[in-house]
């Protein structure tokens, strides 16, 4: 997909600020850090339209990014950041469940992994919950470029079996070296 115009649209607190009407969204899923607000400036080819950081937590809100006026990019905040309060933790965990719950426009979830380590406690978690909603999704393991080239099939095959996927897609992926996106975007495309 060519991306002529994304912005953003909204950074939403509660469901009554989620965007009206019903454009497709596809949404970011992912422990804290682990790219997915750089998965979305590196798929939009922009710098910095999604803020990004090296410190965890960055992300606090629901973030809606317009793509073209054909469907939102919904970057939501990370889980499982130790350094978050547990105040923020209960926070953050509401703002994902209250979103998925009303899944109303939600067309994917995309679930990313870090391709360099087993799936955490919280990333199990957080798949099981996926699997609850019965919305289709696709897992990534992103920071591809943290590894060396060869080793990209059998770690990716590696999170696949931890998780149990049989039925559904799992993709490298790396926001830094942009890299594998011609993937990502064809599979994305099934579900617009
Ligand atoms: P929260 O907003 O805290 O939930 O984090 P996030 O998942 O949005 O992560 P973010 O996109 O802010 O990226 C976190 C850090 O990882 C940043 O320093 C990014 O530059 C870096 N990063 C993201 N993707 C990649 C990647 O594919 N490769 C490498 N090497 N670094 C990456
Ligand atoms: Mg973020």
Do not use: C
Request: no cysteine; aromatic share 10%; charged share 30%.
């Amino acid at each position: 997909m060519i991306v002529k115009n994304p912005r953003f649209e909204i950074s939403a607190v509660s469901k009554k600020q989620y965007p009206k009407g019903n454009l497709p969204e596809i949404v970011l899923v992912g422990k804290s850090n682990v790219g997915k607000s750089s998965f979305v400036n590196t798929m939009i080819n922009r710098k910095n339209l999604a803020r990004t950081s090296n410190t965890p937590g960055k992300t606090r809100q629901i973030n809606f990014y317009n793509i073209d006026d054909k469907f939102y990019f919904v970057d939501l905040p990370g889980y499982g950041f130790s350094k978050m309060s547990k105040k923020e933790k209960v926070i953050s965990g509401r703002y994902i469940e209250e979103y998925l719950e009303q899944g109303k426009n939600v067309r994917l979830i995309v679930l990313l992994l870090d391709i360099r380590h087993k799936p955490t406690e919280d990333d199990m978690l957080m798949y099981d919950y996926i699997l609850r909603t019965n919305l289709p999704f696709i897992v990534l393991t992103n920071k591809a470029d943290k590894i060396a080239i060869t080793k990209v099939d059998v770690e990716v095959e590696r999170i696949k079996q931890t998780l149990g996927i049989s039925f559904s897609t799992i993709l490298p992926f790396s926001a830094e070296r942009k890299i594998y996106i011609d993937n990502v975007w064809e599979e994305l495309e099934k579900f617009l």
